[in-house]
């Protein structure tokens, strides 16, 4: 019974005199600071009471739980939630020691207890509360001299260090405040040492003490440099990003690695070692910008936690000796840190928190108190109370992965220079970066080009004395190399690199470039890059498609697409989303990935600490990069049957057309009826590009025009420069073509129609039209003329990838327990129990040619007939839908920035897991990026996911962005064949924008019953005919931004057991690529050569039976389960420490 004090001892028998009427508390959720009224039954302890004190305590007598803290703390909504629910217990009564009793009296005036709950936060003296517990020696739920640990950083990673849990590497930084200056640290550009040990960046700095907030975190200057602030959450900012580099000068501080987290931390809350509620918020070092509700509080989710994770939670609570204690965890790499214990704290706003936390503490105190009190009690036994809640069922798939491989956004055009160099000064650099142990080396990093700079500006000073033919050559590079390292001022972002190459004999033959006397000896070549970096369009290409991709996933429709915390945003932030994005090495890539995770994940600032979080980099053994200075012997040998080909001074003939042009490609045999006669249209080019550069000259002469900003930034100057040198390549001294530099004089031509028509220039739309013309033939061509070459070429660049997508695919079906939600707490989501995962690969042009060449020419289909039984070529083999698929994409003529290929796979839960039914893949394409004039000769596909046959209206819909219709409840759909079923199309066409659309789910209105195999891929039907009309947003809203082609369904009925069959097919072919691969796939997945996935612990009831861990084999939630699985441990198993159990999360 609970008891409504007036904070004096309960005399005898008072106990059972209470009428029950009393005991009900008062329930209110409003405010989060309340004053204890006395109809609350917890006592505010007045000083007169003491006088009155009774020492008599008859047996009965209640058992007094003391709340010794700060009053903010003592009369917050959770304490007052917990300490209602604690008076429930009969023999239980809570006082509360008032402020300023605490902060004034001495410990011998403060009221007496048998149970002491007392806390450290700001402003309360601690050392009282040590003495008053020696003084009375109340039972301590949280041990008060380990909370002058909690208060020092160093002292938890001690503690954390000595129980064996991991944490993240660290460094401590001791400083003298009279000396600052001298402390063992050395801070390099892009690393500091502490104490001789190195952590390069990306690098934490934590104060020492830990009730300092202002953590740093410092940036690699390949992503941008500068560091983000994270601070005491102030309003909705708990961190801001700062250009400032260099770390702080005074104080002490522990240096750590930086974990990687995928943007999430997970909050843990101990009530005593068997119980641990987990939580996900958004990293405060993402964005800096916190998430909260309706209610202005911050969005947290709940997660499951590992069985490793609940056995660190129990170490945590006994080694700080802190029954009630939060602490944080970050999930990186397949393991989990601790990198910081808070103490006491509690769960805000759950009412499944309360209920446990006040449940557990009753239970501790009168299990601990009890017998002393003669109180008679025991342990409750107590029926678990919790629905079951069904699966989804009917015939609506569940979707289980999405992987992407996309091409990056727009950037400046790509740039390079070769020169041969013989100076002592450079074969230095070239040692002392470890450029002989492979004879190439690739300097990056802003010291590393300083240096070349340097070499550069000493070079032209000794020239300045000399005047002679062959130095002047020389001259004008190494004047060009200076003026390109000197550009922007600094050396920030990753826009420029020097690659160096060792040629033992000097140069084979003088290229067009370089025709000066030869010289015996070794050289080096160096090839200076610059250019190519992501434009500010290109940031917002990625953003607004990554922002749309949102809508591929359950709950992204309707009223909540506009909401942050729906669809996929919650599936993420409640571990049920499992992504990961790979980007390759180069900068402009890299950005993109990040601009993409920002739009996806409603992520806000700068894309620096976005790009450090999320984005998975640093060559992955050749996953997405290539090295595209050593070609295959295939590729060299395609590009001279190229040159030869577009060399020849007369019109195509049949022949050329069947030499260039045998697969009979659309787009390539329009091309070439554009060109008729290769080398007239390259002269044609060339006297545009000589007018071109005269207009430009002409307007650098004009004083008002001269100093003329161009977009991002550029010069006049610089646009003659990179035109002249164009100029200057194209045409050979022997009045040749060079063939290489089409795709050049394509791209820049395309960068200056879109970004710099200003200008107003003449004939540029002429170029732009037969310098396409060309590209179009030279660009994909490169990789391979004939359907064996393509191939050929295909596998050298993309056998890792397809290895990897593979086992993206395969794991995903086998990954049952990582990321489950328990359904309980997902009945808010809008649908329980997703768990998708998702892989973004971003990575250049040649990859993606590459990999459409393999899903075109690989045989994807043939792998089907085969498993029919039917011969090879028969005419049943040829898929209709993949045929239009096939005729769609030989149509596409260039495959623009943000090019998407996308592979979905769903599972039908109907069907027997071993059926070939259960899992179905779709594959979707997108060219991405609209060029200048595309609109009237734009190739038509089927749209996303075309619907049944029987709505051939082929009215485009229009809709934007903004406009979308209800959500509407999953419905099922009877289909006799499983390649109709109607989803959600989250993409449809609109003519006359060209916008990306966003449509919700539509409720079907015809049966599919009964449709033919042969007309169920119609021309039409873009679904929804309720959307309002086109309101002229989409990615038009943002000018100069090119909008970008939806994605089109090339195939929506293939099982997984042939794509797996495909993909072995397609990687074992090439044995040479497949022994890289295994090189490249073996450092990516050691971490999960040995995963063994088991579902959560099952948390013991209060009975102590022991704790089971489920075989894999088992669905995640069957039946029902103990309501505290999402919380409680329960007491670790012996099977927890045992070696069976290595957790790690999949790639």
């Known amino acids: 019974m609970s008891r409504l004090c007036d904070g004096k001892r309960p005399e005898a028998g008072e106990g059972q005199r209470r009428s029950s009427a009393d005991s009900d508390p008062v329930e209110d959720d409003e405010s989060d600071v309340r004053v204890m009224e006395s109809d609350v039954k917890i006592d505010m302890f007045r000083e007169e009471d003491m006088e009155d004190d009774d020492d008599e305590s008859p047996p009965e007598r209640l058992i007094v739980v003391g709340i010794c803290c700060m009053m903010k703390k003592s009369r917050s909504k959770p304490m007052t939630q917990i300490l209602e629910r604690l008076c429930k217990f009969d023999y239980i009564e809570v006082v509360i020691f008032p402020e300023d009793v605490i902060l004034e009296e001495p410990v011998d005036k403060w009221p007496l207890c048998d149970c002491l709950i007392s806390f450290h936060s700001k402003g309360f003296p601690l050392d009282k509360a040590v003495e008053y517990a020696k003084l009375r020696n109340p039972l301590l739920i949280n041990d008060l001299n380990m909370q002058y640990f909690i208060q020092d950083r160093r002292e938890v990673y001690r503690i954390l260090q000595e129980e064996g849990i991991d944490l993240p590497r660290y460094g401590v930084l001791n400083r003298d405040p009279d000396n600052p200056e001298e402390c063992n640290l050395v801070e390099g550009e892009d690393h500091v040492e502490v104490n001789g040990e190195v952590f390069p960046k990306p690098f934490v700095e934590k104060p020492v003490c830990a009730e300092d907030h202002n953590v740093y975190i410092y940036y690699p200057t390949s992503a941008g440099g500068g560091s983000q602030r994270l601070f005491r959450k102030i309003g909705s900012r708990s961190s801001v990003y700062s250009p400032e580099t260099s770390v702080r000068k005074t104080g002490s501080y522990i240096y750590e690695e930086f974990m990687p987290t995928d943007g999430t931390d997970v909050k843990v809350y101990t009530v005593g070692p068997d119980y641990a509620h987990a939580e996900a918020r958004k990293s405060p070092a993402l964005d800096g910008k916190v998430e909260r509700d309706s209610e202005g509080k911050e969005i947290r989710y709940p997660v499951m936690l590992t069985a490793m994770e609940k056995l660190v939670a129990r170490k945590v609570c006994l080694a700080f000796k802190q029954t009630v204690c939060g602490f944080d965890l970050l999930r990186a790499n397949g393991h989990s840190f601790v990198c910081d214990v808070n103490g006491f704290s509690f769960v805000k706003n759950s009412m499944k928190y309360y209920d446990d936390c006040a449940k557990v503490l009753g239970n501790m105190v009168m299990r601990e108190l009890a017998p002393q009190f003669h109180i008679p009690w025991s342990i409750p036994m107590e029926a678990e109370d919790i629905p079951i809640v069904p699966t989804t069922s009917g015939t609506m798939m569940e979707l289980r992965c999405v992987i992407a491989i996309i091409r990056h956004g727009d950037r400046t055009p790509k740039q390079k220079m070769k020169m041969e160099v013989r100076h002592p000064l450079f074969f230095e650099l070239f040692e002392k970066f470890g450029g002989y142990k492979s004879g190439k080396l690739k300097l990056k990093k802003p010291k590393q080009l300083q240096e070349v700079l340097d070499i550069a500006r000493l070079l032209l000073l000794e020239l300045g004395q000399h005047n002679d033919c062959e ?677």
Not at 555 to 581: E, M, N, V, W
Not at 730 to 740: A, H, L, T
């Open 471 to 1147: 130095i002047e050559e020389k001259k004008s590079k190494l004047e060009q190399l200076k003026t390109v390292l000197e550009m922007y001022g600094h050396f920030s972002g990753i826009n420029r690199k020097v690659q160096l190459t060792y040629l033992r004999n000097g140069q084979p033959k003088a290229s067009s470039e370089e025709e000066d006397c030869k010289r015996e000896g070794p050289s080096l070549l160096l090839v200076l890059k610059w250019g190519g970096e992501l434009t500010p369009a290109g940031r917002v290409q990625a953003e607004e498609l990554g922002r749309a991709f949102r809508c591929m996933y359950p709950g992204g429709q309707g009223d909540y697409a506009g909401f942050p915390g729906c669809g996929l945003l919650r599936l993420h932030s409640t571990y049920r989303h499992d992504l990961k994005i790979y980007a390759s090495d180069e900068g402009r890539v890299q950005m993109t990935a990040a601009a993409f995770a920002k739009g996806l994940l409603a992520l806000e600032g700068e894309l620096t600490p976005i790009l450090v979080q999320m984005v998975k980099s640093a060559n992955m053994n050749g996953l997405l990069d290539s090295d595209s200075d050593s070609l295959t012997d295939c590729q060299q040998k395609v590009k001279a049957r190229l040159h030869e080909i577009m060399q020849k001074d007369m019109e195509f003939s049949q022949d050329d057309y069947q030499k260039l042009a045998p697969t009979g490609s659309p787009s390539l045999v329009n091309s070439m009826k554009i060109i008729q006669n290769p080398v007239k249209t390259c002269d044609k080019v060339y006297t545009l590009i000589q007018n071109l550069t005269s207009q430009i000259r002409k307007r650098l002469e004009d004083p008002k025009s001269s100093d003329l900003q161009l977009y991002h930034s550029e010069t006049l100057e610089l646009m003659l420069q990179r035109w002249s040198k164009l100029e200057r390549d194209f045409r050979m001294k022997s009045g040749r073509y060079d063939i290489s530099k089409i795709p050049d004089i394509y791209d820049c031509i395309k960068y200056d129609s879109q970004h710099n028509a200003s200008l107003g220039l003449e004939e540029t739309l002429e170029l732009f039209r037969l310098s396409r013309a060309l590209a179009d033939i030279i660009i994909p061509q490169e990789y391979g003329i004939s359907k064996a070459e393509k191939l050929d070429i295909a596998q050298a660049y993309c056998v890792p990838l397809m290895k990897k997508i593979q086992l993206d695919l395969q794991r995903t079906h086998e990954d049952e327990a990582v990321n489950k939600l328990h359904p309980l707490y997902s009945r808010g989501v809008m649908s329980p129990g997703r768990h998708v995962r998702t892989r973004l690969y971003f990575t250049s042009e040649s990859h993606v040619h590459s990999l459409l060449s393999i899903f075109r020419y690989g045989g994807l289909l043939d792998v089907r007939t085969l498993s029919l039984g039917l011969p090879r070529g028969h005419k049943e083999d040829k898929d209709q839908q993949w045929n239009q698929a096939m005729d769609y994409l030989s149509a596409v003529t260039e495959l623009n920035y943000m090019t998407q290929i996308v592979i979905m796979l769903y599972e039908d839960n109907n069907k027997d897991p071993s059926s070939e039914e259960r899992f179905h893949v779709e594959l979707h394409f997108s060219p991405g990026v609209k060029g200048c004039e595309d609109e009237e000769n734009v190739p038509l596909g089927f749209g996303f996911r075309p619907a049944s046959s029987e709505n051939q209206d082929k009215k485009p819909n229009q809709g934007s962005m903004e406009d979308l219709s209800q959500d509407q409840p999953d419905q099922a759909l009877p289909f006799s064949d499983p390649i109709n079923i109607q989803r959600r199309s989250p993409m449809i066409r609109n003519r006359k924008t060209g916008s990306m659309e966003v449509l919700s789910e539509t409720s079907p209105t015809q049966s599919t019953k009964g449709c033919t195999s042969h007309r169920l891929f119609p021309m039409g039907s873009r679904q929804s005919p309720e959307i309002k009309p086109a309101s002229g947003l989409g990615f038009e809203g943002c000018s100069m931004v090119p909008s970008i082609y939806p994605l089109e369904t090339l195939h929506n009925s293939l099982s997984l057991k042939q794509v797996d069959q495909f993909l072995n097919t397609v990687c074992e072919s090439s044995s040479e690529a497949h022994a890289k691969t295994m090189k490249a796939l073996s450092g990516l997945f050691d971490s999960q050569s040995q995963t063994s996935l088991y579902s959560p612990q099952q948390p013991l009831s209060s009975s102590g039976s022991e704790a089971s861990l489920r075989p894999p084999s088992q669905p995640l939630w069957h039946g029902s389960v103990p309501s505290s699985a999402v919380s409680s441990a329960g007491p670790s198993s012996p099977m927890t420490e045992s070696s069976a159990l290595s957790f790690s999360f999949s790639e």
